[in-house]
C-alpha cells in the first residue's frame, strides 16, 4: 500500500493568504480557488470588487490543473495551436491560464485556479500562493 501526502487545513489557509497578498500586492480583484488531487472544493475566497463569474472559473481552472496534473495553460496552448477538438474534452472546463498544480515529492497534492486578472498574473498569484508551502506548481 502507498502513503501519499494530501493538504490540510492549514496547508489550504497558507496558500489563499499568501496568494490573497500577491493579488493585493498588485491592486488585483481576483477570486481564488483550492482543490484537491481530485479536484474537489477546499476554498473559495472572492476578493472585494470580483467579478460574479471569477469564481466559477476559479474553480474550474483549479479543478482542471489538478485532475490534469498540469497547468491549466497547457490546455489553453494546445487549443490555440488549433486543436479545437480538445474543447470537447469531459469535465475539463477551465482550460484557460490560471491554474497550477501543486506538487510534492512527485505527487500532485490538489491545485489553485485564480480569476479577475489577465491570464498571466492569474497564473502569478496561484504560484505565489503554492510557494508559501515551499513547493511548486
Not at 7 to 22: F, G, M, T, Y
Not at 45 to 58: H, T, V
Not at 112 to 122: A, M, R
Request: glycine fraction near 10%.
Amino acid at each position: 500500500m502507498k502513503s501519499k501526502s494530501a493538504l490540510d487545513l492549514a496547508d489550504v489557509k497558507a496558500v489563499a493568504a499568501a496568494a490573497e497578498a500577491e493579488a493585493l500586492k498588485n491592486h488585483w480583484a481576483v477570486t481564488i480557488a483550492v482543490v484537491d488531487d481530485g479536484g474537489h472544493a477546499l476554498w473559495l475566497q472572492r476578493l472585494d470588487g470580483a467579478p460574479p463569474i471569477s469564481a466559477q472559473i476559479a474553480m474550474a481552472k483549479a479543478h482542471t490543473a489538478a485532475l490534469g496534473r498540469r497547468e491549466s495553460k497547457a490546455y489553453e496552448d494546445v487549443i490555440n495551436q488549433g486543436r479545437t477538438s480538445f474543447l470537447s474534452a469531459p469535465t475539463l472546463q477551465g482550460m484557460l491560464e490560471g491554474g497550477v498544480p501543486i506538487f510534492k515529492d512527485g505527487q500532485c497534492l490538489g491545485a489553485v485556479g485564480v480569476s479577475g486578472v489577465k491570464s498571466p498574473e492569474d497564473a502569478q498569484i496561484a504560484k505565489a500562493g503554492i510557494a508559501a508551502l515551499g513547493l511548486r506548481g
